[in-house]
């Protein structure tokens, strides 16, 4: 029996993970949610929608992903065996296309012509232009001016895939804003809109959706575990912004006890600086955004602070509320990775393994460079590489001071 | 415990007083410390003066995720200056000791709430003479925490109703509010266009049969006519975004902005009066 039952019932009716998640939205979206929910809670239990999901995960996405034995950079590093998730060799380059494989069956579903996302990297907004481009349904995604200069190529192949990028001025111009934007959008256009939300946040049914069509990443790692090295990882490591990939690998494992887990937030110039985005590791208070209460980075007067990542993707001063629950019950270890520690980890796996990794998965690469030299190397570690990095290379180009 | 007084007491007896006049109430929203946090509290005394019969003051957030760029903008200008829901609190005191009869209320988001502590956010709101608490993203089924402490110190709490609300969230939200209910008269965010009286009161019809609370309706009232127009089919009008217009233009010279304030919300007392 394990320890940690409890945990795959939730959330409850209500959408609540212990204290965190709910509902806090305006009167207006209400009633668009409870229609999501009553939509999701029957396709989640019909076989045909399931199998639909099933094939457009193999043969659109090309699940699936491998598990690859990162035996070069296990031995530099002199201790456990890791092995990478390859989520970066899905189609679009990221796991956030499970989700909007998943998400735009239910638009479709819900018979809405017109999508609309947020965005930090552009990760999941490009998902969200290319599901919509293979459906023919109108796209208009949310990103922050900050992200859209420095992910300048995930904002032209999201115009290339006939989505309509829409720069966000306000507040700190960065994936918080996107997504306070979308929400104004869909609170106006909540009759012909599906609003697909690229994290295990927002509110209900949304934290429990997206972990739920993420899930398979964790499925297969299990299998794959089973199939090359006899027995569970003792490790699981993914990073965590809203904490989508991290939930999708992690929660197929909650009952294994034994398998211990590490979300790795984004420490920015390091927690101490307060220049960081890492709710979780750096202690924030409980606060309620985007819908849902959960751990937020905000001052005394419980104004929402302004965040430093390396990575836009991991730019965001929340974290999905199940999140919050895996900290409180110790389920999960919430650490943070500071921006030199990631494009270290970054520089190094392109080098040693030839695979070059996005920046918000080198944060789960610098933990594991951390972690792997204090296990034996009879034990292994499953990373989640969630990305790939061509869409950072302007970013590290620039730190090297290079001009493209 | 606070001063005994009768659960939202000013605002029932405001609404029973126009109500006996059959006059519609006129309900103007400023962000509190926009533009500067001193001249909040002369700023509700001219909305009073100028025909007000309640205030909705707003606690300025960093994500307003309900309002559009008017209200934003207000919010980005007083937090500027550092103004806290504490801060706020302290205004209502100050403005009690020249009005002890307008109610006022609260309008924002839960967040700035919820770190100062529900509890003391509370009991203070009380004391100092707060009559009732619009928290726009905490819908009835979320208030487990805070609504009992509302009305354990005679705040009403406030809750929207929108178009798309279904008839049976609509029982919900009733058996939850006090005061008055606050009809969101369009999708969308705050400041949108003008509602349209006829689709309104298709709206307000079912409420009726619902609860005896005042119906007012926001969203989009922008002048005399817009404001004569909704409350033709309503209890009362909200007006937001058209003054906190006024308010922006002025940013350098808040004291001009009174001028402005009143001018507009004396042209709607009239229309609504007339």
Known sequence: MSKFSDLTRLPDARGHFGPYGGRFVSETLSFALEDLSRTYDRLRQDPTFQAEFDYDLAHYVGRPSPLYHARRWSQQLGGAQIWLKREDLNHTGAHKVNNTIGQALLARHSGKPRVIAETGAGQHGVATATVAARLGLKCDVYMGEADTQRQKLNVYRMRLLGANVIPVTSGTRTLKDAMNEALRDWVTNVDDTFYIIGTVAGPHPYPQLVRDFNAVVGREARRQSLEHFGQLPDALIACVGGGSNAMGLFYPFVEDDEVAMYGVEAGGDGVETGRHAAPLASGAPRGVLHGNRTYLMSDEGGQVSDTHSISAGLDYPGVGPEHALWKDVGRVNYVAANDDEVLDAFRELTRVEGIMPALESAHALAHARKLAPTMSSEQNIVVNLSGRGDKDILTVAGIDGIEL | ?274
């Not at chain 2, 006059?23 to 929203?29: E, F, G, T």
């Not at chain 2, 960093?62 to 302290?90: F, N, W, Y």
């Not at chain 2, 110190?153 to 939200?173: D, G, H, K, N, W």
């Not at chain 2, 007012?216 to 217009?245: P, T």
């Open chain 2, 1 to 274: 415990m606070t001063v005994a007084r009768e659960h939202g007491s000013r605002i029932e007896k405001c609404f029973a007083s126009l109500s006996a006049q059959g006059r519609k109430a006129l309900i103007p929203y400023i962000t509190a410390g926009d533009p500067l946090p001193d001249i909040t509290v002369d700023y509700m005394h001219a909305l009073v003066e100028a025909g007000a019969d309640i205030i909705e003051l707003g606690v300025p957030f960093s994500d307003p995720m309900a309002d559009g760029p008017v209200i934003q903008k207000a919010c980005e200008r007083a937090l500027k200056h550092g103004v806290r829901l504490t801060d706020l609190l302290d205004m209502v005191a100050d403005f009690r000791r020249k009005d002890t009869q307008t109610p006022v209320v609260l309008m924002g988001y839960l967040n700035p709430i919820e770190r100062l502590g529900f509890e003391e956010f509370a009991r203070r709101a009380g004391e100092v003479g707060v009559d009732g608490v619009l928290v726009v993203d905490m819908p009835p089924e979320e208030t487990d925490e805070l609504g009992p402490l509302l009305s354990q110190y005679q705040l009403a709490p406030i809750f929207l109703v929108a178009p798309t609300t279904s008839p049976e969230r609509a029982a919900t939200i009733c058996a939850h509010a006090s005061g008055y209910l606050y009809y969101v008269s369009l999708k969308g965010v705050t400041g949108a266009a003008s509602p349209n009286a006829d689709d309104v009161a298709e709206h307000l019809a079912p409420l009726r049969h619902l609860t005896n609370l005042p119906l007012c309706v926001g969203f989009g009232i922008r002048d005399g006519a817009s404001a004569a127009e909704v409350a033709r089919v309503a209890d009362g009008v909200i007006v937001g975004s058209a003054l906190v217009s006024r308010i922006a233009e002025n940013e350098h010279t808040p004291r001009q902005a009174i001028a402005e304030l009143k001018a507009l919300l004396s042209e709607m007392r009239q229309a609504l009066d007339a």
